[in-house]
């Protein structure tokens, strides 16, 4: 049996399902990807707009990815908001250090309904 393509999402939630984390796994399954998501926001919100947002320390972030990817290597990284510069920075050198994964940015800086 075939191992499926994996892909990772770094990017907050949205608990409606409409965007962020929740959106990106679901968007994988459709195409038949299985999906892997590290999150950088947990934000409030509904169809009427954003209540809260509540950043991530890096080091959370960090966490997720060093986790991850230990696991097992995704065939492509998507990035979706992105807390701070100090969480850009992080991905970057998760990026530049496994350079040999296609990834795609989405510059979500910040979240509205």
């Known amino acids: 049996m075939n191992k499926p393509n994996i892909a990772l999402t770094i990017a907050g939630t949205d608990p409606t399902g409409g965007a962020g984390v929740m959106a990106d796994l679901k968007s994988f399954h459709a195409c038949g990807v299985y999906g892997m998501a590290a999150v950088t926001s947990i934000?409030?919100?509904?169809?009427?707009?954003?209540?809260?947002?509540?950043?991530?320390?890096?080091?959370?972030?960090?966490?997720?990815?060093?986790?991850?990817?230990?696991?097992?290597?995704?065939?492509?990284?998507?990035t979706g908001m992105i807390a701070s510069k100090e969480m850009m920075q992080l991905i970057q050198e998760?990026?530049?250090?496994?350079?040999?994964?296609?990834?795609?940015?989405?510059?979500?800086?910040?979240?509205?309904?």
């Open 43 to 78: 934000v409030a919100q509904n169809t009427k707009g954003v209540q809260h947002i509540h950043n991530l320390e890096p080091q959370w972030l960090s966490e997720q990815l060093a986790s991850v990817l230990d696991d097992e290597l995704p065939h492509a990284i998507k």
């Open 94 to 113: 998760y990026l530049v250090k496994y350079h040999e994964i296609p990834y795609v940015i989405d510059p979500v800086m910040l979240a509205n309904s």
